[in-house]
């Protein structure tokens, strides 16, 4: 109680927190609720198809990992750095980021394209499954290169508190993915009915729009004596020898020091939780139909939660490149207490609505009754999970202690999440919502170790002084 009466006598942080988290949350929200929509419409054609779709995009998870941590890799110092006043820097930090997020995304596409059939082979051995999969990957690898772009400019506009053209972005980019999703996938307004085709389609026609309305945007948008893009542009920087360089080495350098382990993190993290996929797509389609849906539900669910997390790792990052680590640390006690009794209201909420959302979906009855128990296993461990969230993704990294980070999410999907789902899924053949089950045990361990973490106060610093 005390620290909610902290929490409350404190208006600076109560409408920084506002003014940071409800755009971003809107943000996530429409893009959840458009997964959310895909899958519905998706899930018309077949269990086939939803399990096929939801299988290729399991290439687009570990792409969107790795530029999740070149994104929040980067973010940890615009923040200080924007907290500091170093715009130079900021432009730099967005450079690199994009060199990293655009190289990265040729690296998934390439073979994408070239091999579909053999990557759906990874996640299947069913050869209808594998085949409608195929059609839908060779067309929706050409949005990655689109989708770093995107998720480069956002992070670094975030971490400067530009949070609401994001959301105008997200919007356009809704609109026409639910239009065209509507008119490929069934043959509406005179367009062929296409089935996962137009899902991939629709999908990456409006990766083309946003990042084109958000590049216009950023570039004409009114901020201060001149223009938002002003901030962040990417012309080379003079250097003394005559020349000019687009990328500094000793800034490359510094960049790596932090966002590598964050880098690795994301993308080792995620592959790992890519090989829960291997074990339920060989538990058949309807765990797999079952897994897909409830991990969009939860997406949506976890929505608010998120936008929190992005709101605490700026705040965090503003305050400590501003040196006031008194203020940082503060400030971190009052997202543990708030996220701690959200996420409990949140799990409780979840788990006595999961029967009129899950009915939204037209597939059969095993399907629904396996996505009911595997929503009330999310529901439990959800305050557990955004904990570790909170403290790994927001607190540490904002102040650089990015390889504990790295150990704690490691460590706990490579030994203990995996070795769980193998042990359930393919050795035991447990129902899917038991193996979800045994699969989450790991976040009580990372729970302990980044409380612990925490505690140590090793992140408490300014990287950027």
Known sequence: MKRFKIILNDKVFLKKTLAITIPIVLQNLLNNLVNLVDTLMIGKLGETSIAAVGLANKLFFVFSLLMFGVSSGSSILAAQYWGKGELLSIKRVLRISLLFGVGGSLIFAIPGFLFPETIMGIFTHLPQTISEGAKYLIIIVFSYPLTAITMCYVSILRSMNYVRLPVII???????????????????????????????????????????????????????????????????????????????????????????????????????????????????????????????????????????????????????????????????????AIMFVLSIVGAIIVFFIKNPVVSLFDVSDEVLEYVKLCITVFALYMPVRLLNTLFIVAILRSGGDTKAALFLDITSVWFIGIPMAVLGGLVLKLPIYTVYAMILIEEIYKLVLSYIRYRQKKWLRNIVA
Not at 227 to 244: N, R
Not at 251 to 269: D, G, Q
């Open 170 to 336: 997200t919007s356009i980019s809704i609109l026409v993915n639910v239009f065209f999703n509507y008119a490929m996938i069934y043959g509406n307004f005179g367009f062929p009915k296409m089935g996962v085709v137009g899902a991939a389609l629709a999908t990456l026609i409006a990766r083309i729009v946003e990042c084109a309305s958000l590049l216009l945007l950023v570039y004409t948008h009114k901020a201060g004596d001149g223009k938002l893009g002003d901030f962040i542009h990417l012309k080379y920087d003079k250097v003394k020898e005559g020349g000019a360089a687009f990328i500094n080495k000793l800034f490359m350098s510094k960049y790596l020091s932090t966002a590598a382990p964050v880098i690795a993190n994301e993308f080792m993290w995620g592959l790992g939780v890519t090989m829960y996929s291997l074990v339920y797509g060989r538990m058949g389609d309807a765990a797999t139909a079952a897994i897909t849906i409830t991990n969009t539900v939860e997406q949506v669910a976890l929505v608010f939660f998120f936008g929190l997390c992005h709101a605490s790792s700026v705040m965090l990052g503003n305050e400590l490149g501003s040196d006031r680590l008194d203020k940082a640390e503060e400030y971190a006690k009052n997202f543990i």
